[in-house]
């Protein structure tokens, strides 16, 4: 016995399968831990609150005649703030987010016994990392914004 399968079957047929196709495609990125996304910021609008004022800090921070300077070092990541300022006034916080895994982001206060802060290896692996340096120094705030790869 013989089937016979006309044109309009045919395209019926390979629509249900294309669509199977797609809808594994969205079950799979939905519903499997693995594909999970997150967002980089929960409370994005309010962060847009604050936009204007990083903007300031950025500009400041770029008049500046010796900037921050982030560096690989053997034992960790060396952060290099100017050594034309008094570096007992230097205060703030350094942020290192991992764009893959929201969850090794961490962040640091800015704690400096002299001009270099060291953050060691044991929070850092290997891949891309944003580092957000917002610090303050007198009366003057400042920002560096980064991507390094570690």
């Known amino acids: 016995m013989k089937i016979k399968i006309n044109w309009g079957t045919a395209m019926v047929i390979v629509m249900v399968l ?11 990125s939905m519903a499997i831990e693995k594909y999970e996304h997150h967002l980089v910021s929960e409370d994005y609008y309010k962060d847009e609150l604050y936009y204007q004022q990083e903007i300031d800090k950025v500009n400041n921070a770029s008049k500046l005649v010796e900037n921050v300077k982030v560096e690989r070092v053997g034992e960790g990541m060396h952060i290099k703030f100017p050594s034309n300022m008094d570096f007992t006034k230097i205060s703030g916080v350094v942020y290192f987010q991992r764009p893959s895994d929201e969850r090794l982001d961490f962040q640091r ?42």
């Open 18 to 28: 294309f669509m199977v196709f797609i809808l594994q495609f969205v079950y799979r």
């Open 109 to 150: 206060d800015i704690s400096l016994s002299d001009f270099i802060m060291l953050i060691k290896d044991d929070k850092l692996i290997k891949g891309k990392w944003n580092v957000k340096i917002d610090w303050k120094s007198g009366e003057d705030e400042y920002l560096l914004k980064e991507s390094i790869f570690y």
